[in-house]
């Protein structure tokens, strides 16, 4: 007898309510390439938060709207994490203000709701759904739901080569019992060690390696395949419809799909099918020394890319799965959950039958740690997809020319105390409205 299914039962997303525009806003100021930020980076739009909004607002808006839309009250919530790395508060976590937010608005409340806060750079979304996962499997749920929120303002200093890839943005996530959306594999894969590729010690702003923190994600996310194959078996192209990445930016991406590829394409059919054009994979055997087994891993790697069946499966595989973060930018805890939404509208948009096919997913977060799972999507998909309206919301960001950002950004910068106008008119959502006697954010709704 199988076992009730147990995942994502529906989804929502709160972009911040500015956009800046990359090509043609920031590059003309730093005398750069558009193309560098295009191409390059793979990003168009970054979504900034407006004055009044913040991890909170953005967050509580998200999990109204799903709450809504699901016909959910606070009485069918039984836990509440919320997943950041924007937390401003060392003790008090960020799920009691979204929790105190939604109360405003419900008759019900949440103070029989377990709640919590998250907190490994980018992975602890995907942390977050694994501890409802696990929560719902233990039996301690009492028939009711978690609701899950991944909510970041990913903001760096100005002129750190990071700034390109910001971006703001809540992703709301309910987990449950035969879900709409997708049900969760049990088996997992996880790479982790002890790096210092991206950090904040005591910081708003991080302090980066980039050359050395692309090495890192590639190699976790390497760790990570190979583990989850120990225990799922091994992968091949054709298991998965789509292999949704954490996304810093599309451009890494690009990257780490190459290196998936060429491991779940090796010792498969589809390895001895591109024999004839590249040869086979080279295996480490074969060398005499480790530095000359990589040159011949990067020299197969440089021709594979540039096959019709990798590009292909590129296109059909990942390319989706980054749509909404050309135009949103990083949202980091919430970065890998933006990329399945992502997917999942493509399909939709395509008129694509997916339920009962597979997703991959790869999450990951700085400091190092990388996730990989598998997704089986359900029959109600299309349905709980369909009322998400990621174009409304990003077309309606207000377009910020380069001196409202620099002011918008300096508003968000903790170190700075300074008052500027919204650019937006807040309307049926929640605002940020100011300091407590306890130096504690408060907020309200305005209809």
């Given at each position: 007898m199988s076992e009730t299914p147990v995942g994502i039962d529906g989804i929502e997303l709160w972009s911040g309510k500015l956009r800046l525009d990359l090509p043609n806003t920031f590059a003309p100021v730093r005398d750069e390439d558009p193309a560098k930020?295009?191409?390059?980076l793979g990003v168009e739009h970054s979504s900034l938060p407006d004055v009044y909004e913040d991890i909170v607002t953005m967050g509580a808006n998200a999990a109204k709207q799903l709450l809504d839309r699901k016909g959910l009250t606070p009485n069918d919530i039984g836990r509440i994490d919320v997943a950041t790395e924007s937390?401003?508060?060392n003790s008090k976590p960020v799920s009691t203000y979204i929790a105190g937010c939604l109360e405003e608005v419900y008759e019900?409340?949440?103070?029989?709701?377990?709640?919590?806060e998250r907190k490994f750079a980018c992975v602890s979304g995907t942390q977050s759904i694994d501890d409802a996962y696990n929560w719902i499997r233990a039996g301690r749920h009492r028939g009711r739901a978690a609701l899950v929120i991944a909510t970041d303002t990913a903001l760096y200093e100005r002129g750190d080569p990071g700034e390109a890839t910001q971006g703001a943005g809540a992703v709301a996530m309910i987990i449950d019992t035969d879900p709409d959306v997708v049900a969760l594999s049990t088996e997992q894969g996880f790479g982790s060690a002890d790096e210092t590729d991206f950090l904040k010690p005591n910081q708003q702003f991080p302090s980066v390696d980039g050359k050395r923190s692309m090495q890192v994600y590639l190699a976790r996310m390497r760790e990570a395949l190979q583990d989850y194959e120990s225990v799922a078996g091994d992968t091949h192209p054709d298991d998965f419809a789509y292999v949704p990445f954490h996304t810093p930016f599309p451009g890494m991406v690009r990257k780490a799909a190459l290196l998936g590829f060429r491991h779940i394409s090796r010792d498969t059919d589809a390895e001895s099918a591109l024999a004839s054009e590249i040869g086979n994979q080279p295996r480490e055997s074969e060398f005499v020394s480790r530095e000359a087994y990589e040159e011949a891993i990067r020299e197969y790697m440089d021709e594979l890319k540039e096959?019709?069946?990798?590009?292909e499966w590129y296109?059909?595989?990942i390319d989706p799965t980054v749509d909404v973060a050309r135009m949103?930018?990083?949202w980091y805890t919430g970065s890998v959950h933006v990329a399945r939404l992502s997917t999942l509208i493509a399909a939709a948009d395509m008129n694509r039958d997916l339920a009962g096919e597979k997703l991959l997913l790869a999450s990951y977060g700085s400091?190092?740690?990388a996730e990989i799972h598998a997704e089986t999507v359900q029959s109600g998909w299309r349905e709980a997809i369909t009322p998400v309206n990621i174009d409304e919301q990003l077309e309606a960001r207000y377009d910020l020319s380069f001196e409202e950002y620099e002011r918008v950004h300096d508003v968000h910068n903790h170190e700075k105390d300074i008052e500027v106008e919204a650019f937006t008119t807040p309307e049926a959502e929640f605002v940020f409205t100011g300091w407590g006697r306890m130096s504690e954010r408060r907020y309200e709704y305005i209809e």
């Open positions: 930020y295009t191409k390059g937390a401003f508060d019900e409340d949440f103070h029989h709701a377990n709640k919590g096959t019709d069946t990798y590009r296109d059909d595989a949103v930018g990083n400091g190092a740690q």
